[in-house]
Structure formats: C-alpha cells, structure tokens
C-alpha cells in the first residue's frame, strides 16, 4: 500500500510539472494574431490553392520526366521585378512585408482568404472548387492580367512559450491568445514562402530565418505585450525573408 501511494505522488508531480512547463503555450497564424480577434479571418490557404490542384487525369512517368527536367532550370526573381504579393488568410499582406519587398521589387498585392471560404465567394456566388476553378491557374492569371511575372505566397505561425522558473524549459506550441500570470514570456515567428512563375507555374518554395524574443509581462499588461512583441517579430522576419529572397534568386 505504501508503494501504490509512493507511485501515486510521483505520478501527481509529474503532471504537476508538466502543466508548469507548458503553461500558457500556444501557436496562431500571423493573419489572426490579435488573440484570435479578428472577424475578416477565414482560414488559410492550402498548398493546393496556391502551388497546383491535382490533375484530374492519370499521371504518367512521362508527365513527371517532363515536370522534373522542367524544375532543372533556375528559378530567378531579379532586382526590379513586379510581383504579386499574397499573405495566406489575409486580406491583403502586412504592410511591414510589402515595405521589406519594395526594397528589391515592385509589388502589387492580393487577398490571401481561401477560395472555399464564404468571405471570398460571397453569399450568393457558387463555391470555388476543383471542379468549378483551376484556383492556382487563376491566381497566375490575376498576375498576368496585372502584368506580374511572379506570385509570392507566404505562411505564417506564431508560436509562444512561458518559461518554467525551476527547470528554466520552454515549450513551443501554437500561440492562441489568453491571460497567463506574470511570467517570462518568450515568442517566434515561423515563415514558409511559395515563388511562382506566372508563365510556367514553376514553382520553390524556402523557410526563412526563424526569429524569438522574450517579454516579461503581467495579467494587465499582457495584450499590449503580445502586440509589441508580435509587431517587433514581424519587422524582423519579414525584413530578412525579403533580403533572403533576393540573395536566392535576385543574383
């Protein structure tokens, strides 16, 4: 019997700790990141919305040989070219990334709210499917009528953090929002970034650096703690995603 309690309380501070490390972690999209707040959001894009849906015939070696000596030539986005920019889930991109772009290209933007969402289609339009719309063919239509030769896409997660005081741990875990006690709090910003050719819908696709810094915050203060916390994290990624893309394909 004295075994089975020792068991028990080991058990009961394992799960105690546990809660402590992870305490107050969470993860959210960089388009819904006002502690999930904002009304306009409707999702994500999918990589099949943006980069190609699936045939909707038999694929053949013969199709994928060609596909692959395709993908043999380098992909190039010189200094000066006209993109069309789009942040997934976002009515238009944060201006803080069409800032860092406008430093090599000129940019025109676009809505990144999901095709199979009701904000994009409306109330009364039909649903836009596979079956109805080749949804990445006329993303590179919209830029070819805009005069751009390439899309840029990216994706965006938010992922926060407390530190545990004892063990010093920090787990990662999408950021949801919420009101923590006072706490070290220590957030990241993760990106993935599609590149697109508008005439061949060649496409490549790269995570940037990713970048974290840590606020002390109270139960009072922590919304406006977050906020500053998000918009630093924001200028710094995007700015060297914006540099990373012309490093890769500018030169």
């Given at each position: 019997m004295k075994?089975?309690?020792t068991q028990?309380?080991?058990?009961?501070?394992?799960?105690?700790?546990?809660?402590?490390?992870v305490s107050g972690c969470s993860v959210r999209?960089?388009?819904?990141?006002?502690n999930g707040r904002n009304q306009f959001y409707a999702g994500e894009l999918s990589d099949q919305d943006v980069l190609g849906a699936m045939p909707k015939q038999g694929i053949s070696d013969a199709d994928i040989k060609t596909a692959l000596n395709n993908s043999r030539y380098t992909f190039r986005l010189p200094?000066?070219?006209?993109?069309?920019?789009?942040?997934s889930g976002a009515m238009t991109p944060?201006?803080?990334?069409?800032?860092?772009?406008?430093?090599?290209?000129?940019?025109?933007?676009?809505?990144?709210?999901?095709?199979?969402?009701?904000?994009?289609?409306?109330?009364?339009?039909?649903p836009v499917t596979e079956e109805t719309t080749d949804y990445p063919r006329l993303l590179r239509l919209t830029a070819a009528n805009g005069g751009q030769d390439k899309i840029i896409?990216?994706?965006?997660?938010?992922?926060?953090?407390?530190?545990n005081e004892v063990t010093k741990v920090?787990?990662?875990?999408?950021?949801?929002?919420?009101?923590?006690p006072?706490?070290?709090?220590?957030?990241?910003?993760?990106?993935?970034?599609?590149?697109i050719d508008v005439l061949s819908g060649r496409w490549v696709t790269f995570t940037p650096e990713v970048f974290e810094n840590s606020s002390v915050s109270g139960r009072y203060n922590r919304d406006s703690k977050d906020l500053k916390q998000i918009m630093e994290l924001k200028a710094q990624a995007y700015d060297a995603a914006a540099k990373e893309i012309f490093e890769r394909y500018g030169r």
């Amino acid at each position: 019997m004295k075994q089975w309690i020792t068991q028990q309380c080991r058990l009961l501070m394992l799960v105690v700790l546990g809660s402590l490390i992870v305490s107050g972690c969470s993860v959210r999209s960089i388009s819904n990141a006002d502690n999930g707040r904002n009304q306009f959001y409707a999702g994500e894009l999918s990589d099949q919305d943006v980069l190609g849906a699936m045939p909707k015939q038999g694929i053949s070696d013969a199709d994928i040989k060609t596909a692959l000596n395709n993908s043999r030539y380098t992909f190039r986005l010189p200094k000066d070219s006209s993109i069309l920019l789009i942040q997934s889930g976002a009515m238009t991109p944060d201006a803080e990334m069409q800032k860092a772009l406008k430093e090599y290209y000129s940019v025109a933007v676009f809505s990144g709210i999901p095709p199979n969402s009701q904000r994009y289609r409306g109330y009364n339009a039909q649903p836009v499917t596979e079956e109805t719309t080749d949804y990445p063919r006329l993303l590179r239509l919209t830029a070819a009528n805009g005069g751009q030769d390439k899309i840029i896409v990216y994706w965006g997660q938010l992922e926060s953090g407390s530190e545990n005081e004892v063990t010093k741990v920090v787990s990662w875990v999408p950021f949801v929002g919420g009101v923590l006690p006072d706490e070290t709090q220590h957030m990241r910003i993760v990106l993935r970034v599609a590149l697109i050719d508008v005439l061949s819908g060649r496409w490549v696709t790269f995570t940037p650096e990713v970048f974290e810094n840590s606020s002390v915050s109270g139960r009072y203060n922590r919304d406006s703690k977050d906020l500053k916390q998000i918009m630093e994290l924001k200028a710094q990624a995007y700015d060297a995603a914006a540099k990373e893309i012309f490093e890769r394909y500018g030169r």
